[in-house]
C-alpha cells in the first residue's frame, strides 16, 4: 500500500498490517516509459551541449515539426475516440441520436482496440490474465481478504506503466512485531470494465452495456482488486479469532451469570415435559420473569457481538475508500483525454531523444548501437531505467523525413523535410 504523507492517516488500528514508513524504491528495467515531462526532457537534451550552432538549429525545427505532426494526429484520435464512448459513457449527459449511433457491441470492440491502441503509444502495458489472477492470489498490504466477482463485467481489462519494486516496515500484532515486506508497485494503472447483463444478479448500479474506465496512481499489485466497484471485503481467520476468542469468554460469562437459573428451570420443564421426572414444574409469573430476562440477555449478547463483526469489516472498508480516494487520478471521458495527451507526449519524447542522440554522434550508428547510448544515458545521467523504443523511435524520425537508414546503419536525414506525415 502506498505509504506517502497523504495516505499514511489511513493508518487503522484495526489492521493488522500497515505501512508505516516511506519505502525504498528499485525501478525495474523492461518498461518503456521515460519518465520525464516533455519540457523537462528538452531541457536535459540542451545541457548536454553537445551539439554545434548548425546543429542546434536543426534540432530546434525538427522538434517543432515533430510537436506539429503529433498534435495533428492526437487531434483527430482525440474526437473518434470521444464518439465511440459517447453511447457507452455512464456519465453522458448527452442525448443519443439514433441514425449516428453503432451496435453496442461493434461500439465496444472498436473503443478496446483504439483505446489499446492508445495506451501502447502511451507506453502502457497491459496485465494478462495470468498476472491478473496472480496479483489476487496475493496478500493484500492491507492483510485482509478482498474478493471480486468478475462475472458482473462482460470485458475487463488492465493497463499498467511504470513500475517500481518497493520495501516497507509494516507491524504484527498491534506494533508489538514489525518486519520489511516486498511489494510491485503500478506507477500508473488505468481499469477498462463493460459491465455484464446477468439478469436478476446484476446490481443496480451496473447498467449492463455501459463501459467504466478508470485511472489510478501508485498501486500494488496486491492490491489490484480494491480498483473494482464491486469489490468485497471478507475478514480472514485471525480476525476472525480477535473476535471470537473474546466472544466465546464474555459468552461463558454470561451463561454462569444471566442464563443460569433461566436453563435450570427451562431444563426442568423439558424434562417434565419428556418424562424424563415425574415431579410437575410450576410456570409462575416469576418463572417466566426469569426466562423472559435470559432470553432478553442472550439477546443483548448476540448483538453486541454481530455488531463488532460488522463494526470491523465497516472500519476495513473505510481505510480502503480513504486510500482509493488518494489513488484516483480521473474517471471515463477524462480518462481517454488524459492518456491522448500521455501518448502524444510519448511519441514526442521518443523522436526527440533519438534525434538528439543521431545529431550528437554525428556518425551512422545501428539501431542497437544508438539504444545502447540513450539507455546508458538515461540509466548513468539521470538513473532512469528503462527499455527505450528504438525501433519506434526510428521509424517516426523515418517517416517524418528527419532520418534515414542504409544498410543497417542510421544517420540524420541530408535534407530535413518540413512536410510532415503520420508515423504511426
Not at 100 to 112: G, I, M
Not at 184 to 199: K, P, Q, S, T
Request: proline share 3%; charged share 30%.
Amino acid at each position: 500500500m502506498s505509504v506517502s504523507s497523504a495516505q499514511e492517516s489511513v493508518s487503522d488500528s484495526l489492521l493488522a498490517e500497515k505501512a508505516v514508513d516511506e519505502p525504498l524504491v528499485t525501478p525495474l528495467a523492461g518498461f518503456r516509459f521515460i519518465p520525464f515531462r516533455r519540457s523537462d526532457l528538452l531541457q536535459m537534451l540542451r545541457s548536454e551541449a553537445r551539439l554545434g550552432p548548425a546543429q542546434e538549429r536543426r534540432f530546434e525545427g525538427a522538434v517543432l515539426a515533430i510537436s506539429e505532426n503529433f498534435r495533428n494526429d492526437f487531434h483527430d484520435s482525440r474526437q473518434a475516440l470521444k464518439d465511440l464512448y459517447a453511447d457507452l459513457d455512464p456519465d453522458a449527459d448527452t442525448r443519443q441520436f439514433p441514425d449516428s449511433a453503432l451496435p453496442q457491441d461493434e461500439a465496444v470492440k472498436q473503443l478496446t482496440e483504439r483505446l489499446a491502441f492508445l495506451l501502447n503509444r502511451a507506453n502502457y502495458e497491459e496485465l494478462s490474465e495470468g498476472q491478473l489472477k496472480k496479483a489476487f492470489r496475493s496478500k493484500s498490504l492491507f492483510q485482509i481478504r478482498l474478493r471480486v466477482d468478475l462475472k458482473d463485467f462482460g470485458d475487463v481489462m488492465l493497463f499498467c506503466r511504470g513500475s517500481s519494486e518497493r520495501t516497507a516496515t509494516v507491524k504484527l500484532l498491534f506494533g508489538l512485531i514489525k518486519r520489511q515486506v516486498r511489494f510491485l508497485n503500478y506507477e500508473r494503472v488505468v481499469l477498462f470494465l463493460r459491465f455484464a447483463d446477468r439478469g436478476a444478479k446484476t446490481d443496480s448500479e451496473f447498467t449492463p452495456g455501459r463501459v467504466m474506465i478508470k485511472l489510478f496512481q501508485n498501486v500494488p499489485d496486491a492490491d489490484l482488486e480494491m480498483l473494482f466497484p464491486n469489490t468485497r471485503v471478507a475478514m480472514r481467520w485471525t480476525d476472525r479469532l480477535l473476535i471470537g476468542i473474546p466472544a466465546l469468554a464474555s459468552g461463558a460469562i454470561v451463561a454462569t451469570t444471566k442464563l443460569g437459573a433461566p436453563l435450570l428451570l427451562l431444563g426442568a420443564l423439558g424434562g417434565f415435559w419428556l418424562g424424563l421426572h415425574s415431579e410437575p414444574v410450576a410456570l409462575d409469573k416469576r418463572g417466566l420473569l426469569v426466562i423472559g430476562a435470559g432470553i432478553a440477555a442472550l439477546g443483548v449478547y448476540l448483538w453486541k457481538q454481530w455488531s463488532s463483526y460488522r463494526n470491523r469489516k465497516e472500519r476495513f472498508r473505510q481505510a480502503l475508500t480513504r486510500d482509493l480516494y488518494f489513488k484516483l487520478l480521473d474517471n471515463n471521458a477524462g480518462v481517454l483525454l488524459r492518456v491522448l495527451d500521455d501518448a502524444e507526449d510519448s511519441e514526442c519524447k521518443e523522436a526527440f531523444v533519438a534525434l538528439y542522440f543521431l545529431l550528437a554522434e554525428a556518425r551512422a550508428l545501428s539501431a542497437k548501437e544508438l539504444d545502447s547510448v540513450i539507455e546508458d544515458w538515461f540509466a548513468l545521467r539521470w538513473y532512469a531505467r528503462l527499455d527505450f523504443e528504438i525501433e519506434d523511435a526510428l521509424k517516426k524520425l523515418e517517416y517524418l523525413a528527419l532520418a534515414e537508414e542504409h544498410d543497417g546503419l542510421w544517420n540524420v536525414s541530408v535534407q530535413t523535410s518540413t512536410s510532415v506525415v503520420d508515423p504511426s
